[in-house]
């Protein structure tokens, strides 16, 4: 019998604010009074140890979303210091939402441990970046949530390993997630959620979803298969300038995830009895007593 745990919906602000801190905080505010959510995800990269100078220094692959220049300067644009990652996560202690960040490198993993959220989340482009992931393993206290995209299963064997190895992997959340921007309905590959689940319920804390899709039936799906934790990326408006915005839902979208995930779980049970309370004075009225 599958008992469902209750659905965690985390909003993915990611870059969505547009380097504006006040912008951020109204996505916060929003996120927690209008949607519901129980969590907002920001990201923090230190982009010299992350780019090669090549990288740094190149145009934009799409001009039209660049806030700089050149690659760079277009990601140092977006990037919020320290100090503000600890101004954003008062703020959200102020409001009652949970505050997270994923890290993209070591030096970012020290800062955010430093502010010792309650957890981290590592992207699929860095799940591979060893060096990070022991540095948290050994010096990060709460969970470790890592999504799965781009990555194979023996990628991902070798990842639940390391955290086997570092006594660490009843703090490992793994996220069935397929990397675009925005994803097709059939590149998502929800079933892969039941492989995760299969091969490492017993082995890490949770299977999560991190979708990169439009809409939002394929979240109510992924919760049902058995992933709990829902992260989707979220902004204020989906035309505005940025990479992800296309891919984001709005506040109302959010706010009907949220509502459709609480109101599925309360579903997700089996009848205490065959005939229920409210089906008694139904049947009592409608059923065909003549039989």
């Not at 923090?44 to 760079?72: C, F, I, M, V």
């Not at 109302?252 to 309360?266: E, F, I, Q, S, W």
């Amino acid at each position: 019998m599958t008992s469902y745990k209750k659905p965690y919906i985390i909003a993915e602000i990611g870059c969505n604010h547009k380097g504006d801190i006040t912008i951020a905080k109204e996505l916060i505010k929003v996120a927690k009074i209008f949607c519901d959510a129980d969590a907002v995800k920001f990201q923090k990269r230190n982009n010299r140890e992350l780019l090669t100078e090549d990288q740094y220094n190149q145009p934009h692959p799409n001009p039209a979303n660049s806030y700089g220049d050149t690659y760079g300067a277009h990601r140092e644009f977006l990037e919020f210091d320290v100090a503000q990652h600890q101004e954003l996560k008062n703020y959200c202690e102020e409001i009652g939402i949970t505050y997270s960040t994923s890290v993209w490198d070591v030096t970012s993993a020290k800062e955010i441990t430093s502010l010792n959220p309650e957890f981290i989340k590592i992207p699929s482009a860095c799940n591979n970046n060893e060096a990070m992931l022991i540095w948290l393993c050994e010096n990060y206290k709460g969970e470790l949530h890592i999504s799965t995209g781009m990555t194979t299963k023996d990628e991902i064997e070798n990842l639940v390993t390391l955290f086997k190895k570092h006594k660490r992997n009843k703090d490992l959340v793994l996220y069935n997630c397929t990397s675009g921007y925005p994803v097709p309905f059939e590149d998502v590959c929800l079933l892969d959620i039941n492989l995760l689940i299969e091969k490492y319920k017993d082995e890490v804390k949770h299977i999560g979803f991190s979708g990169h899709h439009l809409g939002i039936a394929v979240d109510v799906a992924a919760y049902t298969l058995g992933a709990n934790i829902v992260e989707r990326h979220y902004t204020i408006d989906r035309t505005w300038k940025g990479t992800d915005h296309a891919a984001s839902l709005e506040p109302m979208g959010l706010r009907k995830l949220t509502r459709d995930l609480k109101a599925v779980h309360n579903a997700l049970s089996f009848k205490k009895q065959d005939i229920l309370p409210i089906e008694q004075v139904q049947r009592d009225k409608l059923k065909n007593q003549k039989g």
